[in-house]
Structure formats: C-alpha cells, structure tokens
C-alpha cells in the first residue's frame, strides 16, 4: 500500500553492500557493515547487517502503531516495549528470505486486550504492511 500523501521521506546510501558501510541522509546512522559468520562472511568487530537495522526499525514502528491504536482506544498504555529478530536464510525457488519475529510487552493491560491491542496495529504499522503476504511476521505477546 503507497501512501496518499507522504510525511517523510528517509534517505541513505550504502556502499560495499553487505561488508561496506552504510550512511543515512541526515548522517545520524553511519555504521559499517560485515557478513556475519554465521553466513560465511568475516563478521568483523563493531560491525552491524542490515537484518539489525530492520530489526530495530521494525520494532520502533511497531511500537509507534501500538501508540497509536492505543490513544485511539483511550488505553492506558504507557510501557511499550518491542522486541524484535529478523533471520535471513535460504528459500527454496534460489535466493534469501527473512523471518521476523515480533515480542510485545504491554505491562498495563491484560492479556486479551493486549492481544487485540497488537492485532490492530499490525493492521496500521507501515513495516507490517510492506511485509504483508511477503515476509511471514510473528507477535508474540509477552
């Protein structure tokens, strides 16, 4: 889904792909990057994948969208924490695909609203819809 109207645009560039550098538009991301070990790659020191950016951005968002239904639903919501992993891997047709995994910690609500409460925002979160139908996303409330 493309939004009708857009807000902000984010921008960064990357060069050296997967064992490079990384930078975003404003310079406040500026992190290099290494294959890890696990995938055959040097996983060197002080170094981040993109699969840790997505994690943290997805669990941000996330995050954000249960903010928002929350507010709408007049909840008393105020600790929201977002846990998040994203695998990559193989996929049977030949080339990569990713694995998320979303933990959702609600302390205020019980579990079934909580539930719901995590439902709806997987409906309105901007990551869950690019992901939607692509990339199978687990929630998990904690």
Known sequence: MEPVHVLYTATASATGG???HTKSGDGLVDVELSVPKSMGGPGRPNTT???????????ACFGSALEFVA????????TITVNSAVGIGTVPAG???LTVSLEIHLPELDKATAET???EA???CPYSNATRNNVD??????
């Open 18 to 20: 997967r064992n490079g």
């Open 137 to 142: 996303v687990k929630l998990t409330v904690a």
């Open 117 to 119: 409460l995590v439902h």
């Open 122 to 124: 997987h409906q309105v």
């Open 95 to 97: 080339g990569f695909g």
């Open 49 to 59: 994948t993109p699969e840790d950016l997505f994690a943290a951005g997805y669990a």
């Open 71 to 78: 507010r709408q639903k007049k909840l008393p919501v105020k």
